[in-house]
C-alpha cells in the first residue's frame, strides 16, 4: 500500500513539474527539462529507546516505530535529498501533526530552518505569535498541544546530494 | 410521671444504622488512550523551486497501527465490615476498571485464606457475584460469576462491580479480623509492563502488558464487632396548670438516651423518632447532650425536625462505639 501511494503521488509531481515548466517557459519545452523531481522525500516514524552499550553506558537510539501505545513518543523525521545536479531553493516541509497525537512543545527542529505552526493547516506564525481566541472572547497565545500542522522553510538553497532534514515528536494520545 | 396521653401508644425508637460506603469515585485510573487498531498516518510535503519553477511532492505515507494495552485496576467498594461470629453471606464490594484501550475479557479469582489477619471468612457458593442490580448488595437479581463460563468482558474504561460472599467462622473474638483479596487478570495474558503477546490484540493488533502488570487487586476485610444500641426513652408530662396531666395544651418532654455497647464501631448511626399524634413539635426544643440543635435539617449541626414523609425530629449521632458513651436527645411537644 505504501509503495502505491508513493508512485501514484510521485507520478501526480511528475506531472504537475512538466506542466509548470511548459506553462512558465515555452522556450524551454524543446529542450528536455531538469530531471522531474528534483527532491526525493521521506517520511520515517521511530521511538527512542534506551540501550546499553559495551562500556555499560545508557544509550538512546531510535528505533522503526513497530507498535504504538498510547502515551508513546514518537519521532517524526522527514528527509528531503537532492538529487539533481542543481542546487534547489525555497524548500519547505510541510507536516501535520498526525490525528490523535499531540505535539510535543520545544521538538521541532531543522537545521537552517524557520520553523512555524499552523492550527488549520493553512495559516502559519511562529509560536509566539500564534493566536487562538477563546470562547469567552478572550484572545490568547495557542498551546503547543493545539498544533496540527509545522512548516519548515529552509533559509539556504539544498546543494545537490545534500538534503534538509525536519523532525519533531509527538505523543499518542 | 409516665403518663401517657390519650390516644398516644407507644412509639419504638428508630434506629436506621447505615455502613458508609467508601465514596464512588474509583474506577478511571487515568485518562485513556486511543482506541486499539486506530491507524495513525502521516504525510508530508514538500515544496521548492528550480530554475524558477515551483515543484510539490508528497512524501511516503507511514502508517502506525495502535496496539492493544492490556491494563486493569480493581478497588475495594465497601468500607471495613462489620460482622457477627456464624454470620452468612456477608459481602465485600469490588470494581474491576479496564484501563486499557481495548476491549478486555477479565478472569476473576477470590483468596481468603492470607496471613495478618485473625480469620478465615469462608467463601460461598458461589462466592462471586456481579453486582446485576447496582444494588452494592448482595440480591436475587445478581448473577453469580463462573470463572471460564462468564469473565467480564469490559470496554475501554468500563466496570464491573463485583461481590465477594463469604459466612463467617463462628466463635470469633470481638475486634478478629479476616482479610479476602479479589484478584483479576487479563485474558489476552499479563505480565511486566511491555510484555507483548504478539497480534493477540483488539483486531490482530499486538497486545502490550501496561503498567498495572495487566492484573490487578484488592483487598477487603471483615472485622468482628459486636456492638449492640440500646435506646431507652422516657416522658415527662407539664400541664397548663402546673400539673402533670395530659390534656390539650400540656407539654410533653421526651428524652432518649442511645448506648452503644461492645467492642465495635456502629458506624453512621442515625436516630429518627416520629411526632406521635395528636401533637405538635415545639419550635427550638431539641438538645444533644445538652446542646441546642436548630430545629433545620440542612444545617451543618446534627440534626434537625422534618416533616417530610412525615413529622419526626432527626439527628444524626454518627460513628458510635461504646467509649462515646451514652447520647441524651431531648426535644417537646405539646398536646393538641
Same mark, same amino acid.
Given at each position: 500500500?505504501?509503495?502505491?501511494?508513493?508512485?501514484?503521488?510521485?507520478?501526480?509531481?511528475?506531472?504537475?513539474?512538466?506542466?509548470?515548466?511548459?506553462?512558465?517557459?515555452?522556450?524551454?519545452?524543446?529542450?528536455?527539462?531538469?530531471?522531474?523531481?528534483?527532491?526525493?522525500?521521506?517520511?520515517?516514524?521511530?521511538?527512542?529507546?534506551?540501550?546499553?552499550?559495551?562500556?555499560?553506558?545508557?544509550?538512546?537510539?531510535?528505533?522503526?516505530?513497530?507498535?504504538?501505545?498510547?502515551?508513546?513518543?514518537?519521532?517524526?523525521?522527514?528527509?528531503?535529498?537532492?538529487?539533481?545536479?542543481?542546487?534547489?531553493?525555497?524548500?519547505?516541509?510541510?507536516?501535520?501533526?498526525?490525528?490523535?497525537?499531540?505535539?510535543?512543545?520545544?521538538?521541532?527542529?531543522?537545521?537552517?530552518?524557520?520553523?512555524?505552526?499552523?492550527?488549520?493547516?493553512?495559516?502559519?506564525?511562529?509560536?509566539?505569535?500564534?493566536?487562538?481566541?477563546?470562547?469567552?472572547?478572550?484572545?490568547?497565545?495557542?498551546?503547543?498541544?493545539?498544533?496540527?500542522?509545522?512548516?519548515?522553510?529552509?533559509?539556504?538553497?539544498?546543494?545537490?546530494?545534500?538534503?534538509?532534514?525536519?523532525?519533531?515528536?509527538?505523543?499518542?494520545? | 410521671?409516665?403518663?401517657?396521653?390519650?390516644?398516644?401508644?407507644?412509639?419504638?425508637?428508630?434506629?436506621?444504622?447505615?455502613?458508609?460506603?467508601?465514596? %464512588?469515585?474509583?474506577?478511571?485510573?487515568?485518562?485513556?488512550?486511543?482506541?486499539?487498531?486506530?491507524?495513525?498516518?502521516?504525510?508530508?510535503?514538500?515544496?521548492?523551486?528550480?530554475? %524558477?519553477?515551483?515543484?510539490?511532492?508528497?512524501?511516503?505515507?507511514?502508517?502506525?497501527?495502535?496496539?492493544?494495552?492490556? @491494563?486493569?485496576?480493581?478497588?475495594?467498594?465497601?468500607?471495613?465490615?462489620?460482622?457477627?461470629?456464624?454470620?452468612? @453471606?456477608?459481602?465485600?464490594?469490588?470494581?474491576?476498571?479496564?484501563?486499557?484501550?481495548?476491549?478486555?475479557? +477479565?478472569?476473576?479469582?477470590?483468596?481468603?485464606?492470607?496471613? *495478618?489477619?485473625?480469620?478465615?471468612?469462608?467463601?460461598?457458593?458461589?462466592?462471586?457475584?456481579?453486582?446485576?442490580?447496582?444494588?452494592?448488595?448482595?440480591?436475587?437479581? @445478581?448473577?453469580?460469576?463462573?470463572? *471460564?463460563?462468564?469473565?467480564?468482558?469490559?470496554?475501554?474504561?468500563?466496570?464491573?462491580?463485583?461481590?465477594?460472599?463469604? @459466612?463467617?467462622?463462628?466463635?470469633?473474638?470481638?475486634?478478629?479480623?479476616?482479610?479476602?483479596?479479589?484478584?483479576?487478570?487479563?485474558?489476552?495474558?499479563?505480565?511486566?509492563?511491555?510484555?507483548?503477546?504478539?497480534?493477540?490484540?483488539?483486531?490482530?493488533?499486538?497486545?502490550?502488558?501496561?503498567?498495572?502488570?495487566?492484573?490487578?487487586?484488592?483487598?477487603?476485610?471483615?472485622?468482628?464487632?459486636?456492638?449492640?444500641?440500646?435506646?431507652?426513652?422516657?416522658?415527662?408530662?407539664?400541664?397548663? +396548670?402546673?400539673?402533670?396531666?395530659?390534656?390539650?395544651?400540656?407539654?410533653?418532654?421526651?428524652?432518649?438516651?442511645?448506648?452503644?455497647?461492645?467492642?465495635?464501631?456502629?458506624? %453512621?448511626?442515625?436516630?429518627?423518632?416520629?411526632?406521635?399524634?395528636?401533637?405538635? +413539635?415545639?419550635?427550638?426544643?431539641?438538645?444533644?447532650?445538652?446542646?441546642?440543635?436548630?430545629?433545620?435539617?440542612?444545617?451543618?449541626?446534627?440534626? %434537625?425536625?422534618?416533616?417530610?414523609?412525615?413529622?419526626?425530629?432527626?439527628?444524626?449521632?454518627?460513628?458510635?462505639?461504646?467509649?462515646?458513651?451514652?447520647?441524651?436527645?431531648? +426535644?417537646?411537644?405539646?398536646?393538641?
Amino acid at each position: 500500500m505504501h509503495k502505491g501511494t508513493w508512485s501514484l503521488l510521485a507520478t501526480l509531481a511528475t506531472l504537475g513539474a512538466v506542466q509548470a515548466v511548459a506553462a512558465s517557459d515555452p522556450a524551454s519545452a524543446s529542450t528536455p527539462a531538469e530531471p522531474q523531481g528534483c527532491i526525493t522525500v521521506k517520511s520515517v516514524a521511530e521511538i527512542e529507546q534506551e540501550t546499553v552499550n559495551d562500556k555499560g553506558e545508557r544509550v538512546k537510539r531510535l528505533v522503526p516505530a513497530a507498535k504504538v501505545v498510547p502515551g508513546m513518543e514518537v519521532i517524526w523525521t522527514v528527509t528531503a535529498s537532492n538529487v539533481c545536479a542543481q542546487a534547489v531553493g525555497n524548500v519547505t516541509i510541510d507536516n501535520p501533526v498526525p490525528e490523535h497525537m499531540r505535539y510535543v512543545p520545544d521538538s521541532a527542529l531543522g537545521a537552517g530552518a524557520d520553523i512555524v505552526f499552523s492550527l488549520d493547516g493553512r495559516r502559519f506564525a511562529a509560536a509566539e505569535q500564534l493566536r487562538v481566541r477563546d470562547a469567552d472572547g478572550s484572545e490568547r497565545t495557542a498551546r503547543p498541544d493545539e498544533y496540527t500542522h509545522i512548516r519548515w522553510l529552509f533559509r539556504n538553497p539544498i546543494e545537490p546530494g545534500r538534503m534538509a532534514l525536519a523532525r519533531f515528536r509527538a505523543v499518542l494520545k | 410521671m409516665h403518663n401517657k396521653p390519650k390516644g398516644l401508644g407507644s412509639r419504638p425508637v428508630q434506629f436506621a444504622l447505615a455502613l458508609i460506603a467508601l465514596a %464512588g469515585v474509583a474506577g478511571r485510573a487515568e485518562a485513556l488512550g486511543v482506541v486499539a487498531g486506530t491507524q495513525i498516518e502521516n504525510t508530508a510535503q514538500v515544496s521548492y523551486t528550480i530554475g %524558477g519553477t515551483s515543484v510539490s511532492t508528497a512524501s511516503n505515507t507511514v502508517a502506525l497501527t495502535v496496539a492493544e494495552v492490556l @491494563d486493569v485496576v480493581v478497588t475495594l467498594q465497601s468500607a471495613t465490615t462489620s460482622v457477627s461470629p456464624g454470620a452468612t @453471606d456477608q459481602v465485600l464490594v469490588y470494581r474491576v476498571t479496564n484501563t486499557g484501550n481495548a476491549s478486555e475479557g +477479565f478472569r476473576l479469582a477470590l483468596t481468603s485464606v492470607l496471613g *495478618g489477619d485473625e480469620f478465615d471468612p469462608l467463601p460461598a457458593a458461589p462466592a462471586v457475584y456481579f453486582d446485576t442490580d447496582g444494588s452494592g448488595a448482595l440480591t436475587a437479581a @445478581d448473577t453469580p460469576y463462573t470463572p *471460564g463460563a462468564n469473565d467480564p468482558v469490559l470496554a475501554p474504561d468500563g466496570f464491573v462491580t463485583v461481590l465477594a460472599v463469604h @459466612d463467617i467462622p463462628s466463635g470469633l473474638a470481638n475486634g478478629a479480623r479476616g482479610f479476602a483479596r479479589l484478584e483479576v487478570a487479563a485474558l489476552t495474558g499479563t505480565g511486566a509492563p511491555g510484555t507483548v503477546f504478539a497480534g493477540q490484540g483488539a483486531g490482530g493488533t499486538d497486545a502490550v502488558v501496561g503498567t498495572s502488570g495487566a492484573d490487578g487487586e484488592a483487598t477487603g476485610q471483615y472485622v468482628v464487632a459486636d456492638i449492640t444500641l440500646a435506646a431507652v426513652k422516657s416522658a415527662t408530662v407539664t400541664d397548663p +396548670f402546673g400539673g402533670s396531666r395530659p390534656v390539650p395544651g400540656a407539654r410533653i418532654r421526651y428524652q432518649i438516651v442511645v448506648t452503644a455497647t461492645g467492642s465495635g464501631v456502629a458506624t %453512621g448511626v442515625s436516630f429518627l423518632d416520629p411526632i406521635p399524634a395528636n401533637t405538635s +413539635f415545639v419550635p427550638g426544643s431539641i438538645t444533644l447532650n445538652g446542646n441546642p440543635l436548630t430545629d433545620s435539617t440542612a444545617d451543618a449541626d446534627a440534626g %434537625g425536625y422534618t416533616t417530610t414523609p412525615s413529622a419526626a425530629v432527626q439527628v444524626a449521632l454518627g460513628d458510635l462505639t461504646q467509649a462515646s458513651g451514652p447520647q441524651t436527645l431531648v +426535644f417537646d411537644v405539646t398536646i393538641n
